[in-house]
């Protein structure tokens, strides 16, 4: 059983959602990045493509979710919002931004109406500025991925006061 999750209700996930190849979309897949080998073995490390439906897959048996994206809201590049989906759905504006469509805001409200979204659902939004396919991760962004390394690590582990809502 080396490659399974304990079986626990208390089965914790963070997904870190995006396009690497496409600026900064990647922003979620970095954070994962940052993450290895830093957290708790008991929490599962996933990096998806952005194909919001993807989450359900990823959902089964998951008590708390953490799950990173890019957006595009209209705030400062490489500001930090952080939502809790598990009492209200995620502002729409926030994430009308998606290469496939179907985004992450209806992947979690979808996952609602089948009753699948975790008890416990937490999402971090990171402001993109440059989504070209080919572009890198702006330095604004890039430096958003560490604090957002940081917080979500110190929300896991408990080594630090949580913040609900704030702006990096």
Do not use: K, W
Not at 33 to 53: C, F, I, M, N, S
Not at 58 to 64: I, L, N, S
Not at 139 to 160: D, K, M, N, W, Y
């Amino acid at each position: 059983m080396a490659n399974s999750m304990p079986p626990d209700h208390g089965r914790m996930i963070v997904i870190g959602a995006g396009n690497p190849e496409r600026g900064d979309d990647a922003a979620g897949r970095a954070v994962v990045r940052l993450l290895r080998g830093t957290l708790p073995d008991e929490v599962a490390l996933v990096e998806l493509d952005g194909e919001a439906t993807a989450l359900l897959a990823h959902f089964e048996d998951v008590e708390t979710a953490f799950i990173v994206d890019a957006c595009a809201s209209g705030l400062r590049v490489g500001s930090l919002q952080r939502f809790d989906v598990s009492a209200e759905p995620l502002p729409q504006a926030t994430f009308s931004l998606s290469t496939h469509g179907f985004g992450l805001a209806e992947g979690i409200e979808l996952a609602r109406a089948l009753d699948q979204l975790p008890e416990r659902c937490i999402v971090y939004a990171i402001e993109g500025n440059a989504f070209e396919a080919g572009a890198p991760l702006s330095p604004q962004v890039a430096a958003a991925v560490t604090v957002t390394a940081t917080r979500l690590r110190a929300e896991i582990t408990g080594s630090e006061e949580r913040r609900e809502s704030s702006h990096a």
